[in-house]
């Protein structure tokens, strides 16, 4: 198995605090995915980074911000938490960015904004 | 817009074959993904297919028709353990995976 860590895996927070999620992984991939998860939706991409400090948007990034200070570290911030944010968030790693490379994804974070 | 299309829920019975339909519409098209999703769990990867045809893998097969815009994931000697939820991913021109909402599979003694 890939070595993909997410930290916290469980959180509970209240509208309008700030939180930040965590994503760790030991295999040296370049590119690194944030996705959130929920029911009747396919995953959707929140934001990605392609190298230490290279971030970009993806689809659903609104209240979001991306930092990579370090290649093995990509952290999510939810600058003002609210309830449509509750989710499942899944990181996820790859060696590129096109077929056949796969991603490999994190145990996931469920987040609940109360 | 980008749209990935996917059975909601099938049902199969233990040691039988079932087959997976995807159905995409996407800008541009640079490869077609499967994952196997247990409840609860991530995302695991299945099989990789961007030229037309089957690619098979043991028990699981995958089927790409690029002028169709279609797919299916042939699943055989189906087994308990098979229950989960199988996602479609199309990877599109800028190289971002769209993905499907999924398909949960009960499996049946």
């Known amino acids: 198995d890939a070595g993909i860590t997410q930290s916290p895996r469980h959180k509970v927070t209240e509208t309008g605090t700030p939180v930040t999620l965590r994503c760790h992984q030991t295999?040296?991939?370049?590119?690194m995915y944030w996705y959130r998860q929920d029911p009747g939706h396919g995953l959707r991409l929140i934001h990605y980074s392609y190298g230490v400090k290279d971030t970009d948007k993806g689809e659903v990034s609104d209240g979001y911000s991306v930092s990579r200070s370090k290649t093995e570290d990509f952290l999510l911030t939810l600058e003002s938490a609210t309830s449509s944010q509750t989710s499942v968030y899944f990181c996820?790693?790859?060696?590129?960015?096109?077929?056949?490379?796969?991603?490999?994804f994190g145990p996931g974070t469920r987040l609940t904004v109360t | 817009g980008q749209n990935i299309d996917q059975p909601t829920e099938m049902t199969a019975t233990e040691g039988a074959i079932v087959q997976i339909n995807c159905t995409y519409q996407t800008s541009g098209f640079n490869g077609l993904f499967w994952y196997q999703q247990h409840a609860g769990e991530a995302p695991t990867f299945l099989s990789y297919n961007v030229l037309d045809g089957l690619e098979e893998k043991g028990r699981f097969s995958s089927f790409l028709s690029r002028s169709k815009g279609y797919s299916y994931l042939l699943l055989k000697e189906l087994q308990m353990k098979d229950s989960a939820s199988y996602l479609c991913?199309?990877?599109?021109?800028?190289?971002?995976?769209?993905w499907g909402a999924g398909t949960k599979l009960i499996i049946k003694p």
């Open positions: 295999e040296n991939h370049r590119y």
């Open positions: 996820a790693i790859s060696e590129g960015s096109g077929g056949p490379y796969e991603q490999y």
């Open positions: 991913a199309v990877m599109d021109s800028n190289y971002q995976l769209i």
